[in-house]
């Protein structure tokens, strides 16, 4: 059974998906990109790419499944729905995340770009270690983290009821290094929201 505050995600997100994309055009400084280029420069091509949260699959899942074989997974069936028509050369699934059975050591690399900070924070820990499982060794995982100390909050958010939950930065260094993660990179990025400045934890690990 979802667990209630997950459910609001998927609800939220398969009525908001378009203004999401939307909005989320609106950001500026938002350094995705270079992030990405930063991970794919050392991964071979047809490497192997799981993508959590894909939303939409536009541009990130698009530009990944140029170069890698992708798995992009989404708890929103009208985002995967969206993320099929605009990416047919991938695969996805449509699941929680936090629930999902992988073959261990099937990934070369793990992405996700800003959707753990809809996951129960409580969840992260365990979250980051499944990951980390289904890395190849040597494997690379990267990730935005929310930054804010939020147990959970639940309101409107771009037209629909939204949950969101963060630690601050310490405790995500933290889960992550007691995950078995290697830190090849850990900053906060602060970028513009189109309501005003937004800070989120980008992260480059290794397995
Ligand atoms: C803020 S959107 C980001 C979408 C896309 N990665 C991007 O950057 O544009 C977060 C996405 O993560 C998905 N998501 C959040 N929690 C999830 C979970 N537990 N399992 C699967 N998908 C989840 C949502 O449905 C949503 O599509």
Avoid at 65 to 76: E, P
Avoid at 156 to 179: D, I, Q, Y
């Amino acid at each position: 059974m979802t667990d209630p505050r997950t459910q609001v995600v998927a609800d939220g997100y398969d009525t908001i998906g378009e203004t999401f994309v939307a909005w989320r055009d609106r950001i500026v400084g938002d350094p995705r990109r270079e992030w990405e280029d930063e991970l794919t420069s050392r991964l071979p091509d047809g490497g192997r790419v799981l993508e959590l949260g894909c939303g939409a699959g536009v541009p990130d899942t698009q530009r990944l499944a140029a170069r890698f074989r992708v798995t992009g997974v989404d708890i929103s069936p009208r985002q995967v729905e969206r993320a099929r028509a605009a990416v047919p050369e991938a695969e996805f699934v449509c699941a929680d995340f936090t629930a999902l059975e992988l073959e261990p050591g099937s990934f070369d690399a793990v992405v996700a770009f800003y959707s753990f900070n809809n996951v129960p924070r409580e969840l992260l820990a365990g979250l980051f270690a499944r990951i980390r499982a289904w890395l190849t060794p040597g494997g690379l995982f990267m990730t935005a983290l929310g930054t804010s100390d939020t147990e959970g909050w639940v309101g409107e958010w771009l037209g629909a009821p939204m949950f969101f939950s963060s630690f601050p930065p310490v405790t995500n260094t933290r889960l992550l290094r007691e995950a078995g993660f290697e830190l090849l990179r850990d900053a906060v990025v602060t970028f513009e929201e189109p309501e005003g400045p937004a800070n989120f934890q980008w992260i480059l690990g290794r397995r």
